[in-house]
């Protein structure tokens, strides 16, 4: 019998037990289980793996402790810019956004443009334009705020620094070793055997020239393959581009016949490491199988499966 599986993500970095209260802990905790919740519910319900993925990630953008949709990062002029994709491994079909202001869920949009139009990458006004047509919902500048992330830019905004999310002020300079990233992602295996994955994020505080991370390029931080793997990544974005570590996981299962754990393995404990690309990813494979792995301190995480597998959890010792 087809397993039907989600595997999902909020982020990956140095989060240490030490460095969050119990209170905070809890609701990092109770934000995974309603997403991985809902989503393996609309999979129980014989929902698909593209329409799962996409509620899932809208789940963890609704909710302000993930740089994703409301409480994403601020950018150098004090805005929000946002970015976003999903990948359909039933027909390689993608739709992808990047640099969208006042989009309420971007993931939303990165799935109308999968599958109503002829494109699957648009940025800026013209992606703007796009949802306005396809009646996406949009919010004001005041929805995305969160006092958390506005705090962390003031801290920067006078300098040419940009930086990882919810770090402490003495974390936040990118070049400095202690890192959070708090992009959000969800990869399933749906009840027909066809997988996804989507990927969502406000990108980095402080970024200026119109500066774009691995989420929304499809290979990079975003991919699925029904004939491999689905993929949703999170970490430092121009560590992931350059290793197209997405698909660089399809390929080692494609043409090295790869099992899922072992090819996200090699990518993420190996190839990353060593160009110092901290951060990790969640993926499934059409039999249902998933794996969650990071080479960072934590990452915030969750799966649920037909086989019973059913967790969420943030440290790396768990
Ligand atoms: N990968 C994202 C980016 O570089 C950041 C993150 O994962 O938090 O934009």
Same mark, same amino acid.
């Given at each position: 019998?087809?397993?039907?599986?989600?595997?999902i993500h +909020?982020?990956a970095?140095?989060?240490?037990k030490?460095?969050?209260t119990?209170?905070?802990?809890?609701?990092?905790?109770?934000g995974?289980?309603d997403?991985?919740t809902a989503?393996?519910a609309?999979l129980?319900?014989?929902?698909?793996?593209?329409? &799962?993925?996409?509620?899932?990630?809208?789940?963890?953008e609704?909710?302000?402790?993930?740089?994703?949709?409301c409480g994403?990062?601020?950018?150098?002029?004090?805005?929000?810019?946002?970015?976003?994709?999903?990948?359909?491994?039933?027909?390689?079909s &993608?739709?992808?956004?990047?640099g969208?202001?006042?989009?309420?869920?971007?993931?939303?949009?990165?799935?109308?443009?999968m599958?109503?139009?002829?494109?699957?990458?648009?940025? +800026?006004?013209?992606?703007?334009?796009?949802?306005?047509?396809?009646?996406?919902?949009?919010a004001?500048?005041?929805?995305?705020f969160?006092?958390f992330?506005?705090?962390?830019?003031?801290q920067i905004r006078?300098?040419?620094t940009?930086?990882?999310?919810?770090?402490?002020e003495?974390?936040?300079?990118?070049?400095?070793?202690?890192?959070?990233?708090?992009?959000?992602?969800?990869?399933?295996?749906?009840?027909?055997g066809?997988? &996804?994955?989507?990927?969502?994020?406000?990108?980095?505080?402080?970024?200026?020239?119109?500066?774009?991370?691995?989420?929304?390029?499809? +290979?990079a931080?975003?991919?699925?393959n029904?004939?491999?793997?689905?993929?949703?990544?999170?970490?430092h974005?121009?560590?992931?581009?350059?290793?197209?570590?997405?698909?660089d996981?399809?390929c080692?299962?494609?043409?090295?016949?790869?099992?899922l754990?072992?090819?996200?393995?090699?990518?993420v404990n190996?190839?990353l490491?060593?160009?110092?690309?901290?951060?990790?990813?969640?993926?499934?494979?059409?039999?249902?199988?998933?794996?969650?792995?990071?080479?960072?301190?934590?990452?915030?995480?969750?799966?649920?499966?037909?086989? +019973?597998?059913?967790?969420?959890?943030?440290?790396?010792e768990?």
């Amino acid at each position: 019998m087809q397993r039907i599986s989600l595997a999902i993500h +909020g982020g990956a970095g140095t989060i240490l037990k030490t460095d969050i209260t119990p209170e905070l802990e809890k609701a990092y905790l109770q934000g995974l289980q309603d997403a991985l919740t809902a989503g393996y519910a609309l999979l129980e319900q014989g929902g698909s793996a593209t329409d &799962a993925v996409t509620l899932t990630v809208e789940i963890l953008e609704n909710n302000i402790l993930f740089n994703a949709g409301c409480g994403a990062v601020f950018t150098k002029d004090g805005t929000h810019e946002m970015d976003a994709a999903i990948m359909s491994g039933k027909d390689l079909s &993608a739709g992808a956004v990047a640099g969208v202001s006042n989009i309420r869920n971007p993931v939303a949009l990165a799935t109308a443009i999968m599958r109503n139009s002829d494109h699957v990458f648009l940025s +800026g006004k013209g992606a703007y334009d796009f949802a306005m047509n396809q009646g996406i919902a949009t919010a004001p500048e005041d929805y995305f705020f969160s006092q958390f992330r506005y705090d962390q830019w003031m801290q920067i905004r006078n300098s040419d620094t940009y930086a990882l999310d919810h770090s402490k002020e003495s974390e936040l300079i990118v070049e400095v070793k202690d890192k959070k990233f708090g992009t959000v992602g969800a990869a399933a295996c749906d009840g027909e055997g066809n997988i &996804a994955a989507a990927t969502s994020t406000g990108g980095m505080t402080n970024k200026k020239y119109g500066r774009i991370g691995d989420t929304p390029m499809i +290979g990079a931080g975003t991919y699925a393959n029904n004939n491999t793997c689905a993929i949703s990544c999170t970490g430092h974005g121009e560590l992931f581009i350059r290793a197209v570590a997405a698909y660089d996981v399809s390929c080692l299962m494609e043409y090295k016949g790869l099992s899922l754990e072992a090819a996200m393995n090699e990518v993420v404990n190996n190839k990353l490491v060593k160009i110092l690309g901290e951060g990790g990813m969640v993926g499934v494979d059409a039999a249902g199988n998933v794996a969650l792995i990071f080479n960072s301190e934590g990452m915030y995480r969750g799966a649920k499966s037909s086989d +019973g597998t059913s967790f969420v959890r943030i440290y790396k010792e768990e």
